[in-house]
């Protein structure tokens, strides 16, 4: 019997080959260089890490039964034409919820004690006690789409003595953390009772620009929007423009669209946005998580048990 190939990313082969083999000690693991190689040598493997296939190439791939990939969301992918050649798609779920969680509550902080005022006060060299202080014990945050990343914030924020409304796809109890629990239908409800809205939705074809003119005329106008998930889930123009009329007090935005985000933007120039570059992800910790997450599926693989992560190509996560 032919023995399991799984194609792995030379970086992550090297540093981790040791315990690959530990792990799946009859598989044998091909390393892979650039995309070329990684096309080359598809067609001979059972499995890929670190790279995807390209919808064109996957004709060749007739042993190709499963492909993971290490990023959270996966909307880049091919998910419906991966399943439909019979192929699994993971993801690295788990792995992000404790910087993505620490960079909202870090964006939500700054915005209460005034930091980016200070900031630019600073960088004048002036020293004027002119910010609105506020606090965010006791006020609501709002979570839109309570999956890892959602959850992790969510109790970090109840934690800080935050009342937390959530939202998620299914009907479900909610857990000891979260005040309220509503499904998509409820959306007014949550923008208009929270003081603090944080987009935790992967992009799918039921989130592609949910938030827009509609959405932000409901919320609070002293309320603020965060975006750490995907850029398209919010109709940019729609905040730009709610951001410029004062309907709601700032935003928070790690994710665009498009991104990089284009000079020309108005949001570079306001003072009540804070933006980063699409880094919510990355921390100390991160790159261990993915590691385990990896080690566990392969080893499930070659041990023929049900995967971490699957993606639902209907949904798209």
Not at 144 to 150: F, K, L, N, P, R
Not at 161 to 174: H, I, P, W
Request: hydrophobic share 40%; charged share 25%; glycine share 10%.
């Amino acid at each position: 019997m032919a023995r399991t190939t799984i194609l792995v990313r030379e970086g992550f082969y090297t540093t981790n080959r040791a315990r690959l083999t530990e792990v799946a000690p009859d598989v044998d693991f091909v390393p892979f260089g650039d995309r070329d190689d990684m096309l080359s040598k598809l067609p001979r493997a059972h499995a890929l890490y670190g790279g995807s296939p390209r919808e064109d190439v996957l004709e060749s791939c007739d042993l190709l039964r499963w492909v993971h990939m290490s990023s959270a969301g996966v909307d880049r992918y091919y998910s419906r034409e991966l399943a439909a050649r019979g192929v699994t798609l993971t993801r690295g779920s788990g792995a992000y919820g404790v910087p993505i969680s620490e960079h909202v509550l870090a964006m939500m902080l700054a915005f209460t004690r005034g930091l980016p005022q200070y900031i630019r006060q600073q960088t004048r060299r002036e020293w004027h006690r002119t910010a609105t202080i506020s606090e965010i014990s006791g006020k609501v945050l709002g979570v839109y789409g309570m999956g890892d990343i959602g959850s992790d914030l969510a109790r970090k924020a109840h934690a800080l003595g935050m009342r937390v409304y959530g939202l998620a796809r299914r009907d479900r109890e909610a857990p000891p953390y979260v005040e309220a629990l509503w499904t998509p239908d409820r959306l007014d409800d949550l923008l208009a009772a929270s003081d603090f809205l944080a987009a935790c939705a992967p992009l799918t074809n039921a989130t592609r620009g949910r938030f827009g003119a509609r959405e932000f005329a409901v919320m609070k106008d002293t309320a603020y929007f965060f975006n750490i998930g995907r850029g398209a889930v919010a109709v940019q123009a729609d905040l730009e423009a709610a951001l410029s009329a004062g309907e709601i007090a700032g935003a928070g935005l790690d994710v665009t669209d498009p991104e990089p985000l284009p000079e020309d933007s108005p949001l570079w120039d306001m003072e009540n946005v804070i933006l980063t570059p699409h880094v919510s992800g990355g921390s100390d910790g991160t790159p261990d998580r993915v590691t385990e997450i990896v080690l566990e599926n392969v080893r499930r693989f070659a041990a023929g048990e049900p995967l971490l992560n699957v993606v639902d190509p209907e949904h798209g996560y």
